[in-house]
């Protein structure tokens, strides 16, 4: 059982766009964070998200915790190619950060 | 070392044979995880230690698996008899206490099992 699920899974567009993932979930999670990973690399925090309804920016990305502690989304303004990689979100449980199973984009010159 | 090592950073091994892949964490973080990623998705958990223990063993795949830390430090993940589907990146990730703070990521140690 997938507790945390992202969408989309794959994501190709033009430098420039704007872009949302979204990572939803049945549980409450205490926290929830971003991670970025390139090819080769471990996931790198990106931010973490406490308070339901918190909205926190990062320059160009705006990341936002639903209300019900249930789902976030990430939101990218202006895209680069230098955002190209994997996103994936995460939540503690038991001890444990859980991932969603991640969303590749690409983002194309 | 400033962040999480693992080693080696690759390794190619025969089915049936047996692989130990090790992890130095961060110095001075309590806590240290396991997760397994295959190719372009998440992380699977596997293991997790807070000092030499491990609490929550419950994303090892099968007995082939075990993980024992040593001095609340290095942490070996042994896979024995090894099998094609074993192939993925395994991911080491260490913090200064349970998830209330974030783990930071060793580079990953990319398995092949041919």
Do not use: M
């Not at chain 1, 991670?35 to 160009?60: A, M």
């Amino acid at each position: 059982t997938q507790l945390l699920e992202q969408s989309p899974q794959f994501l190709s567009i033009q430098e420039g766009e704007n872009l949302t993932v979204y990572c939803n979930s049945s549980s409450v999670f205490s926290s929830l964070q971003w991670y970025r990973q390139e090819p080769g690399e471990g996931p790198v925090l990106l931010v973490t998200v406490v308070t339901g309804g918190e909205v926190k920016k990062l320059k160009r990305l705006t990341f936002q915790f639903g209300d019900a502690r249930k789902d976030s989304s990430l939101h990218i303004t202006a895209a680069q190619t230098g955002d190209t990689g994997l996103y994936l979100c995460a939540g503690a449980q038991g001890g444990k950060l859980i991932f969603g199973q991640g969303t590749e984009l690409s983002v194309k010159p | 070392g400033a962040g999480v090592s693992q080693s080696p950073s690759n390794k190619v091994t025969e089915k049936g044979k047996d692989v130990e892949l090790r992890c130095d964490p961060i110095s001075g973080h309590t806590a240290l995880y396991w997760y397994r990623q295959s190719l372009g998705q998440g992380l699977e958990f596997l293991i997790y230690f807070q000092g030499n223990s491990a609490p929550d063993k419950s994303g090892l795949p099968s007995d082939r698996f075990s993980a024992e830390r040593t001095g609340g430090s290095v942490s070996t993940l042994t896979i024995q008899r090894t099998q094609q589907e074993d192939s993925a990146v395994y991911l080491c990730a260490s913090s200064s206490r349970l998830a209330g703070v974030l783990p930071y990521f060793g580079p990953g140690t990319r398995l092949t099992v041919t």
